[in-house]
């Protein structure tokens, strides 16, 4: 197949997701005050709304471009507990009572999630199906075995040990050296849910505003003034719930501590049935051993293969991206070679430098940032927690609210050391694949 051919006649730069739920506009004139503002309108900003508006607060929330246009909607939609602490190697170094806390809030936010989906009979195409972490080499799986002894023993999760004889009942693939299935892990339709928010927040009231980027918040004696580019409004309280969208001008020391670090996916075009069964059987989650990992799933209809990674060490164009991924998926699935790519997209996730999520105040408002490749379910739950601290209806101290958010060193805001790390994380993931074959 051509260079070219690999694309269908209608292939577009954009999310698949916006098929179905497009972002929106919506710009009415700002109103001339709220008592809370929230700056981002992903999955954080929309729960945080909705728990306001629910207890009677008059909520504004303000987006940067088009509503649900962000990171939220760019996501792969998968979401699970407290795992992606472990496997991120956030247990490092971290106090071990706070971790616990920290696995329970993660915990939470899996069962967060789902109650509020199934409570509000949300549109967002939820399914729990498990998730499988394939061994990209022998030596792997061992390491994959242990992780799922750590996973269980610390959050609960049931884990199934899988070796490479029986690994086709769950990924019709060879390309693995067997793996871990755990159970509690799913997906939503990341366009469906966040627009079934924006709908619930606002039949409770909270007012919805695009192209209104915030450039700064000041602290006056009564309130504080938000700053947009269409104009300012006074409010009592602001959070700013942008992760990887984080703007350097209106929150410049947040922006010090949160790292944008690109990710890149594509959707194939509808597949036949009978292939997509086989290719991931009881469409489970898939994603791999590998420092530079991919990320894959059927779409939610179950008619095509959404299939996320880096496309190399430099950041390119989504198209050019498109490219590169397939060649990396074809290695999973050679059979693929003659269906296209009808989507490719890109999005920013928002990284710590411990991998971890943090909350509290800074550059006048408050914040919770750091999803770490995590965030459909934890940020959401970040969100509704940030309403509740406002509230003072928490129950319990949010686990991720620490005063140890520290500013990355040598950062401006520009990430220019992430070339450096992808090119590590493939020169090692080389180096065992080379010793695995030796």
Known sequence: MSDQAIFTEDFKTSPYWWDDAPPETCRDPLPAEADIVIVGSGFAGLNAAIELARHGKKVVVLEAN???????????????????????????????????????????????????????QLDADLFISGRYFGAHTQ??????????????????????NIDRSNQDAIIGSTFYHGGILVDEYGGVHPGKYNR?????????????????????????????????????????????LTNGYTDSKATPRLAQRIVPVKSYQIATEPLPAELIARLIPSGRMITDSRRDLIYTRPSPDGTRLLFGSRPGIMDCDDKTAARRIRKRMLAIWPELAPYRISHAWSGYVGMTWDKTAYAGEMDN??????????????????????????LGTEPRPLSFERNTFRPIPLYNGKPWFLPFVTGWYRFRDAVDKAQDRG
């Open 196 to 240: 079934a928010l924006r709908e619930l927040a606002r039949k409770l009231g909270a007012q919805l505003f695009s192209h209104a980027r915030v450039t700064g918040v000041t602290q006056q004696l009564s309130h504080k003034t938000v700053l947009t580019e269409r104009g300012s409004l006074r409010a009592q309280q602001v959070i700013f």
């Open 139 to 160: 030596k792997q799986l061992a390491s994959l075995y242990k992780m799922g002894d750590i996973l269980h023993r610390v959050t609960g999760v049931t884990v199934h």
């Open 365 to 390: 408002a408050r914040f919770a940032v750091g999803c770490n490749g995590n965030g459909v379910a934890l940020m959401s739950w970040l969100g509704y927690r940030a309403a509740q601290k406002l």
């Open 66 to 120: 088009e509503l649900g246009s962000g990171g939220s909607t760019r996501t792969g939609g998968m979401i699970s507990s407290g795992q992606k602490l472990v496997v991120g190697g956030a247990i490092k170094g971290i106090d071990p009572e706070l971790f616990q806390r920290m696995i329970a809030d993660s915990i939470a936010s899996f069962a967060f999630i789902q109650a509020l989906v199934e409570r509000e």
